[in-house]
């Protein structure tokens, strides 16, 4: 992904054209060379209705795999538009967080004031006339959600997405994702997989402007002895992918697992771009893989949003389980037996 889209001159000269234009129905839109570029015009026919024009998008202009992006000329006074993602569920996953992380910006580009509103659609169904009258009877009894609230919806499923597996061909690190990782990254992790080498914390974030890996720079709390420590390290605000030995006493002898956390704050989610928390849950297994080629074996792994859900207590907890002790059958009293 890369960070920076805005819309090229000939998408705001065929926007200017959509809103002098009272025939002109709607606007595809697509994503390339960095670029929001203009597609087609939509014409409506004479005397035809919001309903009977929608119904013709469909065949030929909706794809089962692309996403899409589709302004819809809907209300009679202003603001007359409507802002259409189409991200279907069978699109690329990359493809996916592209389209959602920068729908924003086309409204924001185009101006927000000629927006009635924004609609997030991942099936054809929705954009018939049918799937808008239904799509209005959910709004009336939603509760209003702001666009902040709506973009950190994708973050989620775009978490849960990498989470289910369905993007390890996309994240897959070489000629498939240009997200290299950097040569002191590369050099931490090998160091920490040396049992008593290096430090005992490799930090690492991602630069969405270059595309790479990056090694956090040690501090003083680089090398924490405890989880509490730990904690403090993780940054409150930014996403982080942190790998610690943690070496602590069990039962009289002492151990130095490899724990991996993978934290992604939302509470400062103003603060950091969402196309930039979108980046981490997607390159979550990559960064794990290269990892492991570096001989770094996670024991461990934890997903929070905040450092601060990272307890000592939680750690050890699932580290070390409890066995639960079985109790044996004991046979029911007969009724009114002693």
Known sequence: MQSGISASKELVSQFNDLLGSPSTFGLLINIANEQLQPIQTLTSSPGSSFASNVDTLLTPHIKEKEALYIILRRYDSSPALVAVTYVPDTAPVRQKMLFASTRLTLVRELGSEHFRETI?????????????????????????????????????????????????????????????????????????AEEGGGEGLVMLKVNPTTETIELVPSSSSSNPSSIADLVQAISPSEPRFTFFRYTHTHNGSEESPILFFYTNPSSNGGRVAIKQRMLYPLMKRAVLEVASKEGLNVDKKFEVEEPSEITEDGVLGELHPKAVQSRGFARPKRPGGR
């Not at 509760?143 to 597996?165: D, N, Y």
């Not at 240009?178 to 992790?189: F, N, Q, T």
């Open 120 to 192: 997030f659609a991942t099936n054809a169904k929705e954009l018939t006339s049918q799937g808008f009258e239904k799509h209005d009877a959910h709004t009336a009894l939603d509760a209003p959600l702001t666009e902040e609230e709506k973009s950190l919806g994708e973050v989620k499923r775009a978490e849960q997405e990498a989470g289910a597996g369905t993007s390890k061909r996309e994240i897959h690190l070489g000629t498939h994702m240009a997200m290299p990782m950097g040569e002191d990254a590369l050099a931490a992790l090998k160091g920490l």
